[in-house]
């Protein structure tokens, strides 16, 4: 079992920039696919990208390519959010999710078996 903090959340300016960081512990993070999903008040659960254990192939929403970045550190067991040019629409908590049966990067909820609690991330404007 893997446990998952997530950090890095915070307010900012639109157009601005955050990384998130994801912090594993009790099983390493190279035996899972990593995503990231978020939560924007009055709504549900979103995929936000993902990166896969076996290549590190990744996958986004259509909302962040171009503006966020997800990597993996294994040796630092640790995964992280890069996200710039953050608008307005971007204000949600975000989180962390590992998955270790799938081959390609899960987008859906229910393929992920552990998460984190979550780091808010407000973008003024």
């Known amino acids: 079992q893997v446990q998952l903090v997530e950090s890095g959340g915070g307010l900012v300016q639109a157009g601005g920039s955050l990384r998130l960081s994801c912090a594993a512990s009790?099983?390493?993070?190279?035996?899972?696919?990593m995503g990231w999903f978020r939560r924007a008040p009055g709504r549900e659960r979103e995929f936000v990208a993902g990166?896969?254990?076996?290549?590190?192939?990744?996958s986004y929403a259509d909302f962040g390519k171009g503006r966020f970045t997800i990597s993996r550190d294994n040796a630092k067991n640790t995964a992280y959010l890069q996200m710039n040019s953050l608008k307005p629409e971007d204000t949600a908590t975000y989180y962390c999710a590992a998955d270790w049966r799938k081959t390609v990067v899960p987008v859906d909820l229910e393929s992920y078996d552990y998460w984190g609690q979550g780091t808010q991330v407000t973008v003024s404007s």
């Open positions: 990166i896969t254990l076996r290549d590190g192939s990744t």
């Open positions: 009790g099983r390493t993070i190279a035996h899972y696919n």
